[in-house]
């Protein structure tokens, strides 16, 4: 099976945990890179999250979208900003075509769960199958919690 892990990290929890999807899917990883960076202050970049999702905002994104005809999967991570994905994942996956293809969602946060992740990446997934998702605080997931999450979703 071959795998896409796309990925978007702002502080870098999300990045090391697509890292090691990788490393135990062998899948080819892509970075999902907004044309204007978000600011690294915290209080800042909460504040902009915060008026970015609920205005619907999508960011112009630096990264391409890929060729996917030769990729049976799509995993995709984001931080979990507002119990929503981050603006950069959404408008990565509005200009993505999923028919055919298996998706699963992973997300990094600080406590607040998976939120409604789960249900914006299956809205935005219109054409793809949906598989339940993974939720890490922060980067504290172990390589077997990565491996029984890949292994109930058929990835590994």
Sequence with gaps: MKISIVYYSHSGNTRCLAEMIAAQTGGDLLEILPETPYPQAYSTVVEQAKRELKEGFRPALRTEVPDLAGYDAVLIGTPNWWSSPAPPVSAF?????????????????????????????????????????????????????VRRWLERIGMV
């Design 93 to 145: 996956l509005e200009g993505w075509d999923l028919t055919g293809k298996r998706a699963a969602s992973f997300c990094t946060h600080g406590g607040g769960g998976a939120g409604h992740i789960q249900r914006d990446i299956e809205r935005l997934c219109r054409s793809g199958e949906v598989l339940p998702g993974l939720a890490v605080y922060e980067s504290s997931c172990g390589e077997g919690e």
